[in-house]
């Protein structure tokens, strides 16, 4: 299989009465949610006039999410997932950005249609669950795409303050997809939970590693994912991915009581640092699953390392940072580890290359800086963006990582070295020494700058400890330059769309 529908396509001439979509209620065969993103298609070309090219997706995980994804890739257009949790403003800039000429809406997109009407000239499609099931006439034949064509394109926060474009072909994303398929032993009994917003790309993985080998796609409540226990037993639920943050919200509510998940048979975790009590907990609560952590920009096609974690009772210990390791680069992609003046080093930056790689931003005057060009004997040269970027190009992740016992351990992003008193600190290393302390969860270390200088400030979750014990703590590791000069108490970090932890709003 080439591209991302096809994969789906295979499994609905494999497999057509088989569950396909668990959607607010509603479940599709394949057969049923192939006639549905045919009949939409249908409708998408009759109502443009003509073939969309990109397609915007305002939806929140509803049956109109999926149906309008396949349909487009169904007829060879771009997807653009967009988040009606995001502000309109911020979506106007997507929709910008990606030139889109049909956008979908759910109920939840609805609420920021009149904007778009007045400030984007897209052709705006609000879409129900009903309206989809109740359809019928013909659906549009599908659009071969080739390989090389983009099938979705995603958007990061960018240095500049505005989004910023990455355009993923099928080439680059299928062959991660077979590779986790065939790895992981995803089969057509299986049913996976799809956790995350479309606008994070861990979605591209949970969607089509799910039908592309005839298995069910289970979607949650938001509230379902932070209580995982009951909604694993009742859908019977056996991969489930899992944001270490999000992941702790489960553990307060009481959803990760030990071996309260039987059904799971494959946990995978990513997005974010993960320490050994938070994959302990996890192995527990699901006593015969396998755990992953697995790591990954948007921009190398999701996942780029994996690491097999183990089993209740014999999960590999974690790095000396207390972080669990990322493991190793995944077989058909190369990378290097590069220090500041560009020479081989461990630890070092990240760099990775090959087929999973994207081929630039949307917008190229973001390309410079993000990539670079290095060989055996020679001085990386940084990509300035005066020449096109190629295959040989090496894309830089901005994560520092360091090799421990045949894997890697990430140790923080390059651009998280902050300097205080003149002295260069990797925040990183003092967030991985403070979830060591046995009364802490999760750590945020930020730099704030002030008349008097940089000064290191510490946020924590867990039970509230007095400053001078943090102090005395961290001095037994660190330097006194190395010391936050405030430790804040937090009941639970704020997390931004994806789930993660939002740095900014607690350095703000």
Not at 180 to 194: H, L, N, V
Not at 483 to 507: E, T
Request: net charge negative.
């Amino acid at each position: 299989m080439t591209t991302l529908y096809e994969l789906f396509a295979d499994s609905a001439a494999h497999h057509p009465d088989r569950t396909a979509l668990e959607v607010q209620g509603d479940r599709l065969t394949y057969a049923e949610l192939e006639g549905a993103a045919a009949r939409l298609a249908a409708r998408m070309t009759e109502e443009l006039g003509n073939v969309p090219a990109r397609v915007g997706i305002l939806a929140a995980r509803s049956l109109p999410t999926y149906v309008a994804y396949l349909a487009a890739l169904r007829l060879g257009a771009i997807a653009v997932p967009m988040n009606p949790t995001f502000p309109a403003a911020r979506n106007l800039e997507i929709a910008t950005s990606a030139d889109v000429d049909l956008i979908v809406l759910d109920r939840a997109g609805t609420k920021q249609r009149d904007q778009l009407a007045a400030e984007h000239r897209a052709l705006l499609m609000p879409l129900t669950a009903e309206a989809l099931l109740g359809a019928d006439g013909p659906g549009a034949e599908p659009i071969a795409a080739p390989a090389d064509s983009v099938a979705y394109i995603l958007h990061t926060s960018g240095s500049t303050g505005h989004p910023r474009g990455v355009p993923i072909r099928h080439r680059n994303v299928v062959p991660l997809i077979n590779w986790m398929i065939k790895g992981y032993g995803f089969g057509p009994e299986d049913r996976t939970s799809q956790n995350v917003e479309l606008t994070f790309d861990v979605a591209v993985y949970e969607l089509f590693v799910t039908w592309g080998c005839g298995a069910a796609l289970v979607v949650p409540r938001v509230d379902d994912v932070v209580r995982a226990s009951a909604f694993v037993n009742d859908k019977q639920i056996t991969h489930w991915f899992c944001v270490p943050s999000v992941g702790d919200i489960a553990a307060r509510v009481g959803a990760l009581a030990p071996g309260s998940m039987p059904s799971l048979r494959l946990l995978v975790f990513g997005g974010e640092r993960l320490i050994a009590a938070q994959a302990e907990q996890w192995a527990a609560a699901a006593p015969h699953a396998e755990l992953h952590n697995l790591y990954g920009p948007t921009e190398v096609s999701i996942i780029c390392t994996g690491q097999r974690l183990g089993e209740r009772g014999e999960l590999r210990g974690p790095g000396s940072n207390g972080t669990m390791p990322i493991g190793q680069v995944l077989p058909h992609l190369e990378y290097v580890l590069l220090s500041e003046d560009g020479h081989p080093a461990d630890p070092g930056e990240l760099c990775v290359r090959g087929n999973q790689r994207f081929d630039g931003y949307l917008d190229p005057a973001g390309d410079a800086g993000r990539f670079l060009t290095w060989e055996p004997g020679t001085t990386a040269r940084v990509h300035t963006g005066d020449e096109p970027v190629t295959a040989r190009h090496w894309y830089r992740t901005g994560d520092r990582v360091r090799t421990e016992d045949g894997s890697l351990v990430f140790l923080g992003r390059v651009d998280d070295q902050v300097k205080v008193r003149g002295h260069r600190i990797e925040v990183g290393e003092i967030e991985a020494a403070l979830t060591r302390h046995p009364h802490i969860r999760e750590a945020v270390a930020v730099a704030r700058e002030s008349d008097l200088g940089g000064t290191l400030v510490a946020f924590y979750t867990g039970t509230e400890i007095p400053a001078a014990e943090l102090t005395a703590f961290l001095r037994e590791q660190f330097p006194v330059y190395m010391i936050p000069g405030r430790f804040v108490h937090q009941a639970a970090f704020p997390l931004n769309a994806n789930g993660k932890v939002d740095r900014k709003a607690l350095a703000d």
